[in-house]
């Protein structure tokens, strides 16, 4: 089988997603695409397409996980435990706010910050269209400051690694 050429890329910040009110003032807002593999990537559902991306972490991120959880219990903000095990609509951690044809918004509110990330699809470009996921984080107090600049580069790892795996996956 011959091994797809997965690229996933930085790009602006999308002005037609559903968050793009919230960019202005934020403390992290950033933004990645891959394009879709196949037809079928391009026409899923938006909360099938969110929870193949989102849905399963390779080791080293849940590892990851397992240790924010251990430091920020000390500081009383939500552990991914606590998130998970709620039943308010969600995928994973993250709470379903939204959700249209192209566009999911998925996030969570704490005492230390609120975050919002939009999975945005495009069928316009490229051969299946592309996906994008947009992050935005607007921090309360010094706790949710100092927590964006410690996971600040473990984000950047695992939504590039969660968009290449559901890529070289097919979605499937």
């Known amino acids: ?3 797809m050429n997965i690229v996933v890329r930085a790009v602006d910040l999308p002005p037609g997603a559903s968050i793009a009110p919230l960019y202005q003032g934020s403390n992290l807002a950033d933004a990645y695409a891959v394009a879709l593999p196949n037809r079928q990537a391009q026409q899923l559902d938006m909360e099938s397409l969110a929870r193949k991306l989102l849905g399963s972490q390779p080791g080293w991120a849940q590892a990851l996980m397992l240790v924010r959880d251990a430091i920020v ?4 903000i939500k552990t991914a435990k606590q998130m998970a095990a ?3 609509g969600r995928i994973g951690i993250f709470r379903i706010y939204s959700c249209s044809d192209d566009e999911i918004i998925l996030g969570e509110d704490d005492t230390h910050l609120d975050f919002r990330l939009s999975v945005l699809r495009n069928k316009e470009v490229g051969r299946y269209g592309s996906v994008t ?3 935005v984080v607007h921090c309360h107090n010094r706790v949710g400051r100092a927590y964006i600049l410690l996971i600040r ?3 950047k ?5 969660s968009l290449a795996r559901a890529a070289r996956s097919g979605f499937a």
Do not use: T, W, Y
């Open 133 to 135: 996921v947009a992050s």
């Open 153 to 155: 580069p473990f984000h």
């Open 73 to 76: 219990s000390l500081f009383g």
């Open 157 to 161: 790892m695992i939504v590039q690694n």
């Open 1 to 3: 089988m011959q091994e």
């Open 86 to 88: 709620k039943r308010d």
